[in-house]
């Protein structure tokens, strides 16, 4: 199931019932959750069964008045509008499958019940990559659902936490490293491409780039990127990955938009947006000519509505006599400005 199939049948589940989701290693079941959890701004509390005790889950233990009792945990939610996210069920410690089937068929723990509205999820890794099987008693009292998120949900998810555009760049351009391969299914002590390798990479070479940007450089042309990139995705996913940035990512610079020599059709959104300011800033100068502003204002139409009411959000007031000028960009807002409302901030001044 995808994930967009899943947040649908998930809206139709009473919230009394719990929800496993199983699939490998890296493919964002934990994102989906905290997503759900955020649209629904609810408090989000995540255990990892595999790190856990017994008594992490129900408390620790005590006399009172000749009875034993038991504390309550660090993580006990106090209010309806929570989720509590049961991660790793297939690889928690073999006592604490009673303790968990306690949690998602009873709600309660420790002698005391979950609140209320508090939605039960819980993960695993599939059959193919489980470490242990689950109980069947425990698996039939959850919605069970196999996450198989697309490619292009992945991407989409990606561009927006802004991973680095040479990671997304490169899996629009060869879908085929996203994920683990076949016969590296549960090869031990490897790396391997999964989506939370190809993230955690973004975030390193995001660092990297201002690095080399802050001395003149250019990260398609650092000589170790396949070498940075193999503890992360592997040796095959890495060659692959460095050699397509040397040759095939696309660095936006402005002076190329302004001329006329880039075009928006070759890039993806996150990257025509990480320059809107920049280019807004270098748009009134007054030695910028007409050519120019006209090449500018082409290039974020070509971009797309959102490209281009970003730009037309960030430039100053004075750039509006300049964009009369062009007849053809005058009728494009003319022609879409309920479209190009739609995505200009609402906290910020909109250019006339």
């Known amino acids: 199931m995808d994930i967009k199939t899943f947040l649908e049948f998930n809206e139709i589940l009473p919230d009394s019932q719990a929800r496993l989701l199983m699939g490998p290693a890296g493919i964002g079941k934990s994102a989906v959750v905290k997503q759900i959890s955020e649209a629904r701004k609810f408090n989000f509390i995540d255990l990892r069964l595999s790190e856990l005790e017994p008594s992490d889950l129900v408390g620790l233990p005590y006399i009172q008045d000749g009875v034993t009792k038991y504390a309550e945990p660090w993580w006990w939610p106090h209010d309806g509008d929570t989720i509590l996210f049961l991660d790793e069920v297939d690889r928690c410690r073999e006592d604490m499958q009673p303790i968990a089937m306690q949690l998602t068929l009873d709600r309660r723990a420790g002698g005391r019940s979950l609140p209320e509205g508090v939605l039960v999820f819980a993960a695993c890794n599939g059959e193919k990559f489980m470490t242990s099987a689950i109980d069947q008693a425990l698996v039939n009292r959850f919605a069970c659902v196999e996450l198989t ?76 990127l396949h070498l940075f990139a193999q503890p992360f995705v592997g040796q095959s996913s890495a060659l692959a990955f460095g050699s397509w940035v040397r040759e095939k990512y696309q660095v936006i610079r402005p002076a190329d938009i302004f001329s006329g020599k880039l075009k928006a059709k070759n890039l993806n959104i996150v990257q025509v947006a990480n320059v809107v300011q920049e280019i807004a800033d270098l748009f009134c100068l007054e030695e910028r000519t007409d050519k120019e502003h006209y090449n500018c204002l082409k290039f974020f139409m070509e971009a797309g509505h959102e490209a281009f009411a970003a730009l037309f959000s960030a430039l100053d007031r004075e750039a509006a006599y300049i964009i009369e000028k062009y007849d053809d960009v005058d009728k494009y807002i003319k022609d879409n400005v309920n479209i190009l409302s739609e995505h200009v901030p609402t906290d910020e001044p909109k250019s006339e």
């Open 149 to 224: 998120p697309t490619v292009e949900e992945w991407l989409i998810w990606a561009e927006g936490k802004n991973v680095h555009t040479s990671v997304t760049g490169f899996i629009r351009s060869d879908k085929v490293h996203l994920d683990t391969p076949e016969k590296m299914i549960g090869v031990p002590n490897q790396p391997v491409p999964t989506r939370r390798a190809w993230t955690n990479l973004g975030a390193t070479l995001s660092i990297l780039d201002k690095k080399m940007k802050e001395q003149g450089q250019e990260l398609a042309k650092h000589p170790y």
